[in-house]
């Protein structure tokens, strides 16, 4: 699969999807600030080459949840609101922004935390973090999580080497429709 191409796609279609959902952005912004108080979610993550970035999302917990894995959380730290950005996946809209400063594709391996050892040791032996992470991909749309670090490990690398332009844009529509469900807190 060509990289580079990729690369081109990941950033037009984030430019655009940070013009067009703009509205969205701020309005969701604004009444995280009623929800949570603290809107944006920042979390450092592993990326490509084991490098860390900081990941950028919607809040969906209060602000004082302990930095553990979604599926490790507690499902009572999730507000209301949180529960629906969730579920509509609005949540994963400010990530654009890390695929547009090319720290994220849209299609790629879930980042994980630096705390996740076991996945880690998975991920590396199957050349997992030669790739950049991304929003969605294989294991998401067949609600394979983080609570199973070698069976998402073995799913990332069979994404990773049977990655076309094809199944990229499969992969996205197939999340965008609503298959799996991705990273959720059991």
């Given at each position: 699969m060509n990289h580079f191409i990729i690369r081109v796609i990941d950033f037009a279609m984030a430019f655009f999807g940070l013009i067009v959902t703009f509205p969205i952005l701020v309005a969701v912004t604004v009444m995280g600030y009623f929800d949570t108080g603290a809107p944006i979610f920042i979390q450092q993550r592993v990326g490509k080459n084991k490098r860390p970035f900081n990941l950028i999302k919607f809040r969906t917990m209060s602000v004082d949840t302990k930095s553990v894995a979604s599926h490790l959380a507690s499902p009572a730290s999730i507000t209301k609101f949180g529960s629906f950005l969730r579920k509509t996946k609005i949540d994963e809209l400010p990530q654009l922004i890390n695929v547009l400063k090319g720290?994220?594709?849209?299609v790629?391996?879930?980042?994980?935390?630096?705390?996740?050892?076991?996945?880690?040791?998975?991920?590396?032996?199957?050349?997992?973090?030669?790739?950049?992470?991304?929003?969605?991909?294989?294991?998401?749309v067949n609600t394979i999580d983080m609570s199973t670090?070698?069976?998402?490990?073995?799913?990332?690398?069979?994404?990773?080497?049977?990655?076309?332009?094809?199944?990229?844009?499969?992969?996205?529509?197939m999340t965008a429709t609503g298959s799996g469900s991705g990273d959720r807190v059991k």
């Amino acid at each position: 699969m060509n990289h580079f191409i990729i690369r081109v796609i990941d950033f037009a279609m984030a430019f655009f999807g940070l013009i067009v959902t703009f509205p969205i952005l701020v309005a969701v912004t604004v009444m995280g600030y009623f929800d949570t108080g603290a809107p944006i979610f920042i979390q450092q993550r592993v990326g490509k080459n084991k490098r860390p970035f900081n990941l950028i999302k919607f809040r969906t917990m209060s602000v004082d949840t302990k930095s553990v894995a979604s599926h490790l959380a507690s499902p009572a730290s999730i507000t209301k609101f949180g529960s629906f950005l969730r579920k509509t996946k609005i949540d994963e809209l400010p990530q654009l922004i890390n695929v547009l400063k090319g720290e994220m594709s849209f299609v790629g391996p879930r980042p994980n935390l630096f705390n996740q050892k076991q996945l880690i040791k998975e991920r590396e032996s199957r050349g997992v973090y030669d790739v950049l992470p991304g929003i969605t991909g294989l294991a998401q749309v067949n609600t394979i999580d983080m609570s199973t670090p070698e069976l998402l490990a073995e799913i990332d690398q069979k994404m990773i080497a049977t990655l076309t332009i094809k199944n990229y844009f499969k992969y996205i529509i197939m999340t965008a429709t609503g298959s799996g469900s991705g990273d959720r807190v059991k």
